[in-house]
């Protein structure tokens, strides 16, 4: 809080402080009155029963299983790339860069035709796969691999700043102290880079949770099996909307328990030491 | 005993490096930033690899191109202090001088023992459960030095040990190191660009320009005007 | 204030200048009265092909006026129109939608008529490698099926026509679980179900006749079901209440339901609606 004295030195800052604080509040109500409105316009008995629907409990479960085990393989698979591009010079680095990043630029629907002609039962390896007995399109696996391919970018960017955002001379330092390369990067690398990495996996699993059009097209849209959140939220917007948008708040309300938990929990571990 | 012969390509230069030192004892790098003094701190550290040539300390072979043998860092039992102190920033005094200790898999009570014996003596009991962010330059110093010292390595190695200190604090731990260099009786190896730190504890002193040694011997025989410009700026000021 | 914040704050200013002037621009450019009439038509996906080629047409045969079409599903064009999203005309692909509309007296009730009916068909990927030549081998075991979700029309006419197919002795309850089980996927628009036809992913879908557009027709087969287990689909059309431009939109009706219109449905799958 400023004190009395360094307020009357900011006073000739006033109108930049102003300015600054008119956009802070309009964008926030831009994002903040669309949420409002949706809330606003489900009552809580429609929201109750349509917790009680086999439908909802079934897409609500399937989608933060497969959202959680997505963003755990992107964290396990992400991790080593993002800290190899953050510490390393190879050729073809800008290549595997680029790549990495392209799902963010891919249209969800396109992404999920991709994956389809690549590991449908045509596909480029699907059809061995096919050969062997192995089916993966339309399958809650399929599910899990469109939403890792959509929200993979979010992680490793993050990752990769973070690791590059940590001092080499504090690795280099362990190393000396006896640490291998893997304990340093457990035991120092992690510790320091690790805000940047929750966040990414936050962004991930949010990003999981919301995937709709990879799904509809790599994993198909069955209760029970492939149908996420998203998927029968969309479903439902055909028939009735009420019901599409208590399934929406539903969704909304969820996803920011989650992540504000997560938030939290983070924040602990940063006060503590 | 510390044996150095090496030859490595660098950005500006090419280091080409040759000193023996067959008794032991302190040698000191002397020279202005940039000579190549740190570089020969992480070839003996292993944190970076020669071109050609061998490292041998304490009748270790750490490195040699010649057979293809090479040691990795983590296995060389060296002590490094370096420049910024690199403490570990998440972690408190404790967990700093603890860490190599810790990874050596040393009982709870040995660790607990040994940081005692050293934070001890250097006035550093009372922070050990600080963070390490919360220290003065003088106590970071002491505490680096001590997470160096603590896993009893084959070899201290010292980059800019007093560059950070005020005057005064200076002056008392170049005594103190003295006496932990003698106690320690290990190889050392110190990187400064001040001679006064080189007279007061090196055994043997090699001032280095470009990659190059330019000049070795004891302080004594350092110490005479004329031999090189860098030796003579010393004297104007005292 | 010092004279970099007062060019940043100018800066600000003139850019949410801008923007309002912006926006008060672009909404004046959508009143009529200029020389073209602009008659905006809210179409349901299924008719995109026919409706694109009919209006063309008629804008060549009227100059005067210029046709802008929207395409989605029925239901959401009914919420967009509900949330006063301007429109002149509705098309939609089952009543239920135009018949809320009514009931909220959004739409002039004297124009709703049936332009077009539709019917379900089997839709087959050209290379049918699961050798699919009737209905009757859907139920085979393994048979990869796509169909609509429940709450889109084309999906709901599905299990009514399977409906009546368990009720017939030629096919029975039997038939229907095993045609139910082969299903690997619900899709909730046409499109995503065609695509997975197209690239072979599935062995075979149901929708309307009128869903394979003529691009597909090289790469995936329509086979009709008869009429006695079909649905058939009522298109109906009427006028938005609030629209500016009524006569227009009663002319344009009118081509719809003409024999030139009507043709025009007929080649892209549909069945001329009853005069």
């Known amino acids: ?273 | 005993m510390i044996d150095i012969a090496v030859k490595k390509v660098l950005r500006d230069y090419m280091l080409d490096v040759n000193i023996q030192m067959p008794e032991g004892g302190t040698l000191v790098l002397l020279g202005e930033n940039g000579a190549g003094k740190s570089t020969i701190l992480n070839l003996v550290a292993g944190l970076m690899a020669p071109d050609t040539g061998h490292i041998r300390i304490g009748g270790e072979t750490f490195v040699d191109t010649t057979t293809r043998t090479c040691i990795p860092a983590e296995s060389r039992e060296t002590g490094y202090m370096f420049q910024d102190y690199a403490l570990f920033p998440h972690m408190t005094v404790y967990d700093n001088i603890a860490y190599g200790l810790r990874i050596r898999h040393l009982p709870r009570e040995a660790i607990d023992a040994r940081v005692r014996e050293l934070t001890g003596p250097l006035d550093l009991l009372s922070v050990c459960d600080e963070n390490v962010g919360s220290l003065s330059g003088g106590q970071r110093q002491r505490v680096a030095l001590l997470r160096a010292l603590a896993v009893k390595p084959k070899c201290l190695l010292l980059d800019e040990p007093f560059s950070a200190l005020d005057v005064r604090t200076q002056v008392q731990v170049r005594q103190e190191l003295k006496e932990i260099l003698t106690a320690a009786n290990v190889p050392a190896i110190m990187v400064t660009h001040d001679l006064r730190d080189a007279v007061a504890l090196g055994d043997r002193i090699c001032l280095m320009e470009h990659g190059e040694i330019v000049l070795c011997g004891d302080a004594d025989a350092i110490l005479q005007k004329g031999q090189h410009p860098f030796i003579d700026q010393f004297f104007i000021r005292s | 204030m010092t004279r970099s914040t007062l060019l940043i704050s100018l800066a600000a200013g003139i850019t949410i200048l801008a923007l309002l002037l912006a926006a008060g621009c672009t909404s004046s450019v959508t009143s009529p009265a200029q020389e073209k009439k602009q008659l905006t038509v809210f179409a349901a996906a299924s008719l995109t092909g026919a409706m694109t080629d009919i209006s063309k047409t008629y804008e060549a045969g009227h100059p005067d006026t210029k046709i802008v079409l929207n395409f989605d599903n029925a239901a959401t064009l009914r919420t967009q129109i509900e949330q006063g999203a301007h429109a002149d005309l509705f098309l939609s692909a089952n009543t239920k939608h135009l018949t809320a509309l009514q009931g909220e007296g959004l739409i002039i009730n004297n124009s709703v008529k049936i332009f077009a009916k539709n019917k379900l068909a089997l839709l087959i990927p050209k290379e049918n490698r699961a050798n699919i030549t009737g209905l009757s081998d859907l139920a085979q075991p393994g048979i990869r099926l796509v169909v609509g979700t429940q709450e889109a029309p084309f999906g709901d006419y599905t299990r009514q026509a399977l409906g009546k197919m368990a009720n017939d002795s030629a096919y029975g309850l039997l038939y229907q679980n095993a045609v139910m089980k082969n299903i690997i996927s619900e899709e909730p628009t046409v499109p995503s179900l065609v695509a997975k036809l197209r690239i072979g992913e599935a062995d075979a879908g149901i929708a309307f006749a009128s869903d394979v557009s003529e691009g597909d027709r090289a790469l995936v087969t329509t086979i009709p079901i008869p009429d006695r287990y079909n649905v058939i689909a009522l298109y109906p059309l009427g006028i938005v209440q609030e629209s500016m431009v009524k006569d227009q939109a009663a002319a344009f009706a009118q081509f719809i339901t003409s024999t030139e219109g009507n043709a025009i449905l007929v080649r892209y799958g549909f069945a001329p609606a009853d005069r």
């Open chain 1, 1 to 273: 809080m400023t004190t009395t004295m360094e307020r009357i030195c900011m006073r000739g800052n006033l109108p930049l402080r102003i300015l600054v604080a008119i956009l802070v509040i309009i964008a926030v109500l831009f994002i903040g009155i669309p949420l409002a409105a949706l809330l606003l316009r489900v009552p809580p008995e429609l929201m109750l029963s349509s917790l009680q629907d086999t439908v909802v409990i079934d897409a609500l479960f399937l989608s933060l299983v497969t959202a959680s085990i997505s963003t755990v393989i992107v964290i396990g698979f992400g991790t080593p790339i993002a800290y190899i591009n953050a510490r390393c010079q190879y050729p073809g680095k800008k290549i595997i860069d680029t790549i990495t990043d392209i799902p963010v630029v891919l249209p969800p629907a396109v992404a999920g035709l991709a994956l389809l002609m690549a590991f449908g039962r045509r596909g480029l390896v699907g059809q061995y796969l096919n050969l062997a007995g192995i089916d993966i399109a339309f399958t809650t696996i399929a599910v899990i691999m469109a939403q890792v391919f959509v929200a993979s970018p979010f992680y490793i960017r993050q990752a990769r700043t973070s690791f590059a955002g940590v001092n080499r001379v504090y690795e280099q330092a362990a190393r000396t102290l006896g640490a291998s390369p893997l304990t340093t990067f457990f035991s120092v690398t992690v510790p320091l880079a690790i805000t940047g990495i929750l966040s990414g996996a936050v962004m991930t699993f949010a990003r999981a949770l919301g995937e709709f059009g990879a799904t509809i097209m790599f994993a198909g849209n069955l209760q029970g099996k492939t149908q996420t959140m998203p998927l029968a939220i969309y479903g439902a917007l055909q028939g009735d909307i009420n019901a599409s948008l208590a399934l929406a708040v539903i969704l909304v309300i969820i996803s920011f328990a989650v992540i504000i938990v997560i938030k939290i929990l983070t924040e602990k571990e940063e006060a503590a030491p």
